[in-house]
């Protein structure tokens, strides 16, 4: 790796020292972060580590001098090349900004201005900064989204982002942290939001540029998998502290506190091991629950578009028997979510059949229909979005009960309150608001809000694909034990394999609307028949071949 | 875009139509018998004959069924014939044709005035950094919209025309008898205007691409004009089409108060003496221009959000 012209090379480039960060809360004053210390040279990956509220994000934040104005104290240094950013003043952060640190943001849907071309925001760098004229920075702007690996650079340089994909965006969004060649690049979690097959092109793409480079990477993650894939060293942040801190392979392979050994056991593309989760499998010889036969699917193209219509499920047969969980794998637009909607009937098909309990339910109409909305219910991915912000939890979970004028309020109550035992939250909760819960508790209520009406199939969209590792693992485990006491069939959609192999029994792989592989979830990891189902195991974080492997077996990283 | 307009324009059209059916209904429907009301014209007490009635009725055409008046008014608009005012017997296109000019000064000049405060206010609210600031200037939207029009008016002409001496009180003599009248105008307008915009200035401050920019290095002036302000004022500017109706009923009262001549005027004397024809042009001519500026937003707001007319194509 080529360091940079340094006065000092042995200096770091970012040293931060002692920092806490707090908010101003109804509650009082929250620490976020208690006493920080990290250092960054010039050229090196380091990974921050950390669950959602850790403080991760905020150190990174406020090394950008970008924490919320007011409500916020930022004690300690924050050393920059000689500048000390806690200290320094706006004009001064806003020089570095862009010019000497850039920024990946977490969500590439959201951090693009919707209403600019993206050539226009990738030439703002180096307008702000005077790097260039009106007219060498919209060259320069094309020339940056080539090199971020965005294809047709030019064409794209004049689209909104609204066209582009989500990958693609990210893209554009490394291009702009990269504009002026800064020495050091924060990326919060930037992949997160992505499909596993796009994390990794992104995630080797940025490597690859700052590495011919030279720039140092503060990598805020939440998944220990890509830590261990991108960083030479790893820092593990709990509630507001670091808790352990040295290179990737002595951190994975040794950890030492007692948070980085639990994390490493729940992230789940590093366990390797048998699955703790897994409810035991359904008696093959039992008839299926649901049955798909033959499903397509086609929307008609936007009007005045002029492009063909779209077939987003091109002939899919599946069955998911009770007791048994089914996985929908398949990147983004496969089809996958559109199939599911179809088999609990929220979608009507283009034609095939959805057989329910022995029974033809394409057809179904007004209260027959209504009555199998008793029997299938779903879990949706985003726990922020599909609960109702103004109702209680109590409210949320009563809802379907309510709706299917179960008993009177009191009676649905006692109902609400024994399922928030059955998902593991406390009696208390029943009162709260969503906004009150965590991402996990959040999905717990959807959880059982889907349990009110005793469903036979439950339909998992993305369901943990919203939450940090450590709450993934608690929400699998919560779904394994629900299906072994409730007998629950479970069509569980993910694109990210890693999870699935910890939940289903069965993988049915989606390309382009087509299943192009199913099986034993244990035959589908171990012999992948089809290209792009060795694609997918290839892109899951933590399985990138790196030195550790090959190395005494009790460094390696075990379940 | 094509489709876009086409759309948009067929929408405008039946926007009219169902205009002018509804203020047939209800005027025509209205107790009270124009007839009666033209026939006792002038204020004096006559006995006026059944007979006579029904010639009248018979010139105007009010004896045929309601279906074959609503049927032939509808064709007579059609060609901007609105029919004659009962009171003055005048043709009602030429009396709002007349009176329209200025009414148009006023209400522009009250639009553009409402656009500018309410901007400057809003985007002055969410850019200082003093809190203190910051409340005065975000609570001065809900005192202007909810200080009556003639209130204020007559409160501009007691401090501005006759303390101060700086502007005349009344009539409608060159630009500077316009200032107060507009600025009067304007005011609850701009007030809707900057609660608009400043809340959603203040929510598009907070979306995560206001974070990417000022990332870059930009300044927060920079940050909110080129960012935040683009994308907060859309719905701002949908709320103007709407606000376009308040300015012309705002009119019938600043005209009034400040003594201009105009088609607020003419509102407020033809639906005192229940006027029907001219009153029903009145409607429509509301219609026309509520739809105008509609359709105006409408054709402006695809330049604004991109997403408008080129959703759904996602490249992958």
Not at chain 1, 247 to 256: K, S, T
Not at chain 1, 416 to 427: D, N, T
Not at chain 2, 123 to 137: D, I, K, S, V, Y
Request: proline share 7%.
């Amino acid at each position: 790796m080529t360091e940079p012209q340094e006065r000092d090379p042995a200096r770091p480039l970012l040293s931060i020292a002692d920092l806490r960060v707090s908010y101003h809360t109804r509650g009082g004053v929250e620490e976020a972060v208690r006493g920080v210390s990290l250092d960054v040279a010039p050229g090196e990956v380091v990974a921050l580590v950390g669950e959602s509220g850790s403080g991760k994000s905020s150190t990174g934040h406020a090394v950008m001098g970008l924490l919320p104005a007011g409500g916020v104290r930022a004690a300690g240094r924050i050393d920059f090349d000689g500048t000390d950013l806690a200290r320094a003043d706006e004009r001064r952060l806003r020089s570095l900004r862009g010019r000497e640190i850039g920024l990946v943001p977490q969500d590439p849907t959201v951090s693009l201005n919707p209403v600019q071309r993206v050539g226009r925001q990738v030439a703002e760098v180096l307008l702000i900064h005077r790097l260039a004229d009106r007219a060498e920075a919209r060259e320069r702007a094309v020339a940056l989204l080539e090199r971020a690996g965005v294809p047709e650079p030019a064409v794209r340089a004049r689209q909104f982002p609204h066209q582009l994909s989500g990958g693609l965006r990210q893209r554009v969004l490394i291009a702009i942290a990269l504009a002026a060649d800064p020495r050091l690049v924060i990326a919060d979690e930037p992949t997160s939001a992505l499909d596993v097959t796009v994390q990794r092109h992104i995630l080797d793409h940025l490597e690859a540029l700052t590495r011919s480079t030279g720039t140092a990477v503060l990598l805020i993650t939440h998944d220990l998998g890509v830590a261990a894939d991108r960083a030479r060293r790893i820092a593990v942040m709990s509630q507001g502290r670091i808790v352990e801190v040295g290179p990737a392979e002595r951190v994975l392979g040794d950890p030492r506190h007692p948070y980085t050994k639990a994390l490493l056991r729940s992230a789940p593309s590093l366990d390797g091991g048998p699955v703790a989760a897994r409810a035991p499998a359904a008696d093959p010889e039992r008839p299926p629950l649901v049955r798909a036969e033959d499903l397509v699917k086609v929307f008609p193209a936007p009007r005045g578009s002029g492009a063909p219509p779209t077939r987003a499920v091109a002939g899919v047969s599946l069955a998911v028997r009770a007791g048994e969980t089914l996985a929908l794998v398949g990147e983004s637009g496969s089809g996958k979510s559109t199939t599911a909607r179809m088999l609990v009937r929220l979608t009507d098909p283009t034609s095939g059949r959805v057989v329910f309990d022995g029974r033809d339910i394409t057809a179904l109409r007004g209260s027959a229909l209504r009555r199998l909305r008793r029997r299938a219910q779903i879990v949706y991915q985003n726990p922020y979005a599909s609960l109702n912000p103004r109702f209680s939890v109590g409210e949320v979970i009563g809802e379907p009960l309510r709706a299917f004028g179960v008993g009177p309020r009191r009676v649905r109550q006692a109902r609400a309150a024994e399922l928030l035992e059955r998902v593991g939250l406390p009696a208390r909760t029943l009162h709260r608001r969503p906004a009150e819960l965590s991402g996990g508790q959040r999905q717990r209520v959807a959880i059982a809000r889907a349990l009110a009406l005793e469903p036979d199939l439950v339909v998992c969209d993305e369901p943990v694909s919203a939450l940090d590792v450590t709450s993934q693992a608690q929400i699998l485990d919560l779904l394994a034990t629900l299906q072994e006491q409730l007998g629950l069939a479970y069509l569980f959609i993910s694109h990210d394999l890693a999870v699935v192999r910890r939940i289903a029994h069965r993988v049915a792989v989606m390309r382009r609307g087509e299943v192009v592989e199913e099986g034993p979830v244990g035959r589908i990891f171990a012999e992948p028949a089809h290209p792009y189902t060795r694609e997918l195991l290839a892109a899951i974080p933590g399985t990138r071949a790196r030195p550790r492997q090959g190395r005494d077996p009790k460094e390696v990283p075990t379940a | 875009m094509g489709r876009y307009v086409a759309r948009r324009l067929l929408q405008a059209v039946l926007v009219l139509w169902a205009a002018y059916t509804l203020s047939f209904a209800v005027l025509y429907l209205l107790p009270g018998d124009p007839v009666e009301i033209m026939a006792a014209g002038g204020g004096e007490v006559t006995e006026v004959t059944e007979e006579q009635l029904d010639a009248v009725r018979a010139e105007y055409g009010l004896d045929a069924p309601l279906a074959e008046q609503y049927l032939d008014r509808l064709g007579a608009a059609l060609t901007g014939d609105l029919g004659t005012s009962v009171q003055t017997g005048e043709r009602v296109s030429a009396m709002v044709a007349e009176q329209l000019p200025a009414t148009l000064q006023l209400t522009c000049a009250g639009g553009a005035l409402a656009l500018l405060l309410g901007s400057a206010v809003a985007l002055a609210g969410a850019h200082t950094r003093r809190p203190w600031l910051r409340q005065l200037l975000l609570s001065l939207p809900s005192v202007g919209a909810s200080a009556p029009t003639f209130w204020v008016g007559l409160l501009l002409i007691q401090l501005v025309s006759f303390r101060w001496g700086l502007l005349p009180a009344i009539g409608d003599q060159g630009w500077r008898s316009l200032v107060l009248p507009a600025l009067t105008l304007a005011l609850p307008t701009s007030a809707v205007l900057a609660q608009v915009f400043a809340k959603s200035l203040r929510d598009a401050l907070r979306e995560p691409y206001v974070e990417t920019a000022l990332a870059k290095g930009a300044s927060r002036a920079r940050v909110t004009l080129r960012h935040a302000a683009r994308n907060a004022s859309l719905p701002a500017f949908t709320v103007f089409g709407v606000l376009v109706g308040n300015l012309l009923a705002g009119s019938v009262v600043v005209e009034t108060v400040f003594s201009r001549t105009g088609v607020g005027r003419i509102t407020a004397t033809s639906v005192t003496v229940q006027d029907i024809p001219v009153v029903q042009g009145l409607v429509m001519l509301g219609a026309v221009a509520f739809v105008l500026a509609n359709l105006l937003v409408d054709l402006v707001y695809p330049l604004l959000d991109p997403r408008v007319t080129t959703g759904g194509a996602v490249a992958r």
